[in-house]
């Protein structure tokens, strides 16, 4: 499997159509259900991440095959103000906008590889990936 | 979008079968609040056997209404949260702690019928 699709992110809505686009790909590449819910997961919190604090974005998807594994990466992107601390945000439990402050600390657990590019007044790049075992 | 709420005596139920966007979440609080105001409910039951995704949003909405039900002298408990989404909310860091919840819908009426007796 060689594709790339995107969800662009611009109303709230969005965040579901993006989770549910994931799952549907998820299930293609033969994740089985607990991996789908949390691939659903990690892209309604980084699509919601895009909604909430840069207004708009996209979220990708790609099917990954190598000679002995399969997995999806997922990669969102925004233009927003940018993140000044990152490992503030990865803390458990901070939050600038009343939520949990489970975002992004929870990603990093549910997915097997994590990584964020972030740079102020230009964007966020946030890059996961998960395999199936 | 709106989440239908039934009366059953002094209960209310609520099963959500819909992929559950913010604003349908928001406006499910609010809907939820009014009815317990106006039907003088004591117990809620809502289920979640067909809810395969909580994010960490819905996470607060579910838990918020609990505790605001709470307030207002109403016991709310969760039911039928799917294996998957359990795995996926501890994952998260989310723990729920003060929820009450049970296996389904049967079960969550036992637990409301014995913590309203208590």
Known sequence: ?133 | MRIPILKLHNYLLISIQIDLDDQTAIQFQEDLLSKIHESGATGVVIDLTSVDIIDSFIAKVLGDVVTMSDLMGAKVVLTGIQPAVAMTLIDLGIHLQDVPTALDLEQGLIKLRQELEE
């Open chain 1, 1 to 133: 499997m060689d594709f790339q699709s995107c969800v662009n992110i611009k109303k709230e809505w969005d965040i579901v159509g993006a989770r549910q686009l994931g799952r549907d790909i998820s299930r293609k590449i033969g994740f089985g259900t607990v991996d789908q819910a949390r691939i659903a997961t990690t892209i309604s919190e980084l699509a919601r991440n895009i909604y909430l604090y840069a207004g708009t974005g996209k979220v990708c998807f790609e099917a990954l095959e190598d000679m002995n594994k399969k997995g999806i990466r997922i990669v969102a992107t925004d233009d927003g103000p940018g993140i000044q601390d990152i490992s503030q945000v990865m803390e458990d439990g901070f939050t600038t906008s009343g939520g949990l402050g489970a975002g992004l600390p929870g990603v990093k657990r549910l997915m097997d590889s994590f990584d964020i590019v972030s740079t102020e007044e230009e964007g966020t790049e946030i890059s996961v990936v998960k395999w199936l075992r």
